[in-house]
Structures are given as structure tokens and as C-alpha cells.
């Protein structure tokens, strides 16, 4: 019972160090970027021997990871806690929560963001650890195109032709993931939320500077269209918040 007691106390104490040092990361991320974050740095901030710090992470990239994975469930959390809020037949209004919990996200958590949607860190690969992950998110969507699917929406529309390449990269992800929907309509699905990380990286890095005065109104204009276009809505959007 004891000595049971004392694991806990051990485990305790590793799981605050283990959010201490990736807090301090965060803030070295937030200051000088990814490219400059050591496990020594991150030491001395926290006023440690980088010894100390190596026993929980034996390198930067495992450090790193950790983050990554953080970053990935976070925005994915938001995302399912978004769809999950919404009927589940009320696939536009779905689509529209998402987005905006996913924007808003990204708005609050810029470093986070920038780590898993921005410029990809030099000499640091992803292990397979985060694709799990990095797809909650895509999850989401993919719920709301099946469920859209089987409400008898997507309905045939003009596409243009695929290209066989695209054919055999849908087809694939069709049997894998969603069989009930048409390859045109996952493209569709796939360009409208490659589309919202466009959309908000460009927010985010300042690319919109001086050309929208309303982000708030074009980015829900532009959510709304995307339902139009990937055959979510036939007529006026719902809102969903």
C-alpha cells in the first residue's frame, strides 16, 4: 500500500515536470520559433540540469513531438466538441461550427498552429506517433460528409472531370474511409477544408492586412459558401452559433 502510494507521489511528480517542461518549450516556441528550441535551452529556463530534462525527453524531436501531438488533439478536441454540440442531421450547421471552433482555436493558439499547419521544422520529421492524432480532425469532417451522404445529401452536381491520378487517390481514401460518398463530392469535401486552413493561415500571417476590413464577416461568408459547395446546403445556411 505504501509502497503503491509512493509510485503515485513518483508519478505525479513526473507528469508535472513532464507540463513544466513542455509549458517552458511552448514559451521558447513563442519567442524565438521552432527552429531555435534546444533541450538545453529549455533546461535553463526552468533553472534544471539539461540532464534532468534529456530524462524526459532524449532529444529535441521527442520534445517536439510531444508538442505536436498536444497541438494536434487540442484542435481536434475543439473540433469534436464542435460537431458534437449540433444535431447530428443538421450537417450545415455542423460544417459551420467546426469551422468557427477551428478558427478560433488557431486564433487563441498561433504558435501551436504554426507548428502543425506552418512551415515544417528543419531536420525534424513526424513520426508515425502523430498521424492517429493529426487525423481527429479530419475524422470530424469526414463524419459530416457520411452522414450528409446518407441523408441523401451530395447530391450529383456538374464536377469537373477527375484526372485518373485523382481517380486512383480518391478511390483509395473512398474504401478506406467513406464508401458512401462520391469521389467528386470527397474532393469537394477536401478542397473546402484545405480551403479553411488557407483561409487561416492567411488571417494568421497577415496576408489579409489591408484587404478585408472584417475578417469575422468574410470568413463566415466564405464557411457558408463551402457548405454550398460541397452539397452540405441547398438554400439558406443555419446558423449554428
Not at 100 to 105: E, F, L, N, T, Y
Not at 141 to 158: K, N, V
Not at 208 to 235: K, S, T
Amino acid at each position: 500500500m505504501v509502497e503503491s502510494a509512493s509510485r503515485t507521489a513518483r508519478a505525479r511528480a513526473r507528469d508535472e515536470l513532464t507540463r513544466e517542461i513542455k509549458q517552458a518549450a511552448r514559451r521558447r516556441l513563442a519567442q524565438a520559433g521552432s527552429a531555435e528550441l534546444s533541450l538545453r535551452a529549455v533546461a535553463r529556463d526552468l533553472g534544471l540540469a539539461s540532464s534532468a530534462v534529456y530524462r524526459y525527453f532524449p532529444s529535441r524531436d521527442d520534445l517536439l513531438t510531444a508538442l505536436i501531438i498536444d497541438a494536434f488533439d487540442a484542435v481536434g478536441g475543439v473540433a469534436e466538441e464542435a460537431d458534437a454540440a449540433c444535431g447530428r442531421g443538421d450537417v450545415t450547421g455542423r460544417w459551420l461550427a467546426v469551422t468557427r471552433a477551428v478558427r478560433a482555436w488557431a486564433l487563441a493558439n498561433r504558435h501551436e498552429y504554426t507548428l502543425v499547419y506552418g512551415t515544417p521544422v528543419p531536420g525534424y520529421r513526424a513520426p508515425q506517433d502523430t498521424v492517429g492524432h493529426a487525423t481527429r480532425i479530419t475524422d470530424v469532417l469526414l463524419g459530416i460528409l457520411r452522414d450528409a451522404a446518407a441523408a441523401g445529401g451530395l447530391a450529383d452536381r456538374e464536377d469537373v472531370p477527375l484526372p485518373d491520378a485523382v481517380h486512383a487517390d480518391l478511390s483509395r481514401l473512398r474504401t478506406l474511409f467513406v464508401p458512401e460518398v462520391t469521389e467528386p463530392a470527397l474532393a469537394r469535401g477536401l478542397m473546402a477544408w484545405m480551403l479553411l486552413f488557407g483561409t487561416i493561415s492567411f488571417e494568421m500571417f497577415g496576408h489579409l492586412y489591408n484587404v478585408l476590413a472584417d475578417y469575422d464577416a468574410f470568413f463566415e461568408h466564405e464557411m457558408r459558401q463551402m457548405a454550398v459547395f460541397i452539397g452540405l446546403d441547398r438554400g439558406p445556411a443555419r446558423d449554428a452559433g
